[in-house]
């Protein structure tokens, strides 16, 4: 726990949260893999020519932004598998070390949270009910069915939350495990955290520009509750 995360702790308000990571490994290598092969298999049935990028990638979101720009007439019916992937992932995820502390740390201190997720916000939904978490959230935006170009780091769903909180941007701190949630926080003008699992991802969060790096949500729940005591 540094000064440094402490002094950006005191000024915030309320939170920002990334769910795949800070709550939930949701898509270990293996389940992104069969969710990106299972959003392909859609454009293929259609069709649609692949690129050899998209042919290799493990990320279903890649598919999911290749149909938006190649193949449209596909969104949907990618779209609809995506959701389904991510909602039986979430069914068999489990939370973060901390991350429940975390979450009730923020809501004992007066702090609300909305989680901002590239993710579908059923998939947030799945996972939070089964884990008694949803009464710490306050709002879940999701990523925008069918529009994958406003996914982060497009700033549209931080905009979306520091509307709903009714907050300035500099009362705010998004936390979040990807470059991608750094660049929308310095966007958006609003403070970031970065969850580091491996000292390399830690470096990365560093360069994008992150306030802040931490390696434990649990140790950030006891950060919340020792910025809360200093007011």
């Given at each position: 726990?540094?000064?440094?995360?402490?002094?950006?702790?005191?000024?915030?308000?309320?939170?920002?949260?990334?769910?795949?990571?800070?709550?939930?490994?949701?898509?270990?290598?293996?389940?992104?893999?069969?969710?990106?092969?299972?959003?392909?298999?859609?454009?293929?049935?259609?069709?649609?020519?692949?690129?050899?990028?998209?042919?290799?990638?493990?990320?279903?979101?890649?598919?999911?932004?290749?149909?938006?720009?190649?193949?449209?007439?596909?969104?949907?019916?990618?779209?609809?598998?995506?959701?389904?992937?991510?909602?039986?992932?979430?069914?068999?995820?489990?939370?973060?070390?901390?991350?429940?502390?975390?979450?009730?740390?923020?809501?004992?201190?007066r702090r609300p949270v909305?989680?901002?997720?590239?993710?579908?916000?059923?998939?947030?939904?799945?996972?939070?009910?089964?884990?008694?978490?949803?009464?710490?959230?306050?709002?879940?935006?999701?990523?925008?069915?069918?529009?994958?170009?406003?996914?982060?780091?497009?700033?549209e769903l931080v905009r979306?939350?520091?509307?709903?909180?009714?907050?300035?941007?500099?009362?705010?701190?998004?936390?979040?495990?990807?470059?991608?949630?750094?660049?929308?926080?310095?966007?958006?003008?609003?403070?970031?955290?970065?969850?580091?699992?491996?000292?390399?991802?830690?470096?990365?969060?560093?360069?994008?520009?992150?306030?802040?790096?931490?390696?434990?949500?649990?140790?950030?729940?006891?950060?919340?509750?020792?910025?809360a005591a200093a007011d």
């Amino acid at each position: 726990m540094t000064d440094q995360l402490l002094a950006l702790l005191a000024h915030t308000t309320a939170v920002l949260l990334d769910f795949d990571g800070p709550v939930t490994p949701l898509l270990p290598a293996d389940r992104n893999a069969h969710l990106a092969d299972a959003t392909r298999a859609v454009l293929r049935e259609a069709g649609t020519g692949l690129t050899d990028s998209v042919s290799a990638t493990s990320d279903h979101l890649a598919v999911l932004r290749f149909a938006a720009s190649n193949a449209p007439a596909t969104l949907e019916a990618v779209e609809r598998t995506a959701v389904q992937g991510e909602v039986d992932a979430a069914r068999l995820a489990v939370p973060t070390p901390g991350a429940a502390e975390f979450l009730a740390a923020c809501h004992q201190t007066r702090r609300p949270v909305v989680v901002v997720s590239n993710n579908s916000a059923d998939s947030v939904e799945a996972f939070l009910q089964q884990h008694h978490l949803h009464d710490l959230v306050q709002e879940i935006l999701g990523r925008p069915y069918g529009e994958p170009s406003l996914m982060k780091p497009h700033p549209e769903l931080v905009r979306r939350a520091l509307a709903i909180l009714d907050r300035q941007p500099q009362s705010c701190v998004m936390i979040g495990d990807s470059v991608t949630d750094i660049e929308v926080s310095r966007a958006a003008d609003v403070h970031s955290i970065g969850y580091a699992k491996t000292p390399e991802r830690g470096t990365e969060l560093q360069r994008a520009g992150a306030d802040a790096v931490i390696t434990d949500m649990t140790a950030l729940a006891e950060a919340i509750h020792t910025s809360a005591a200093a007011d």
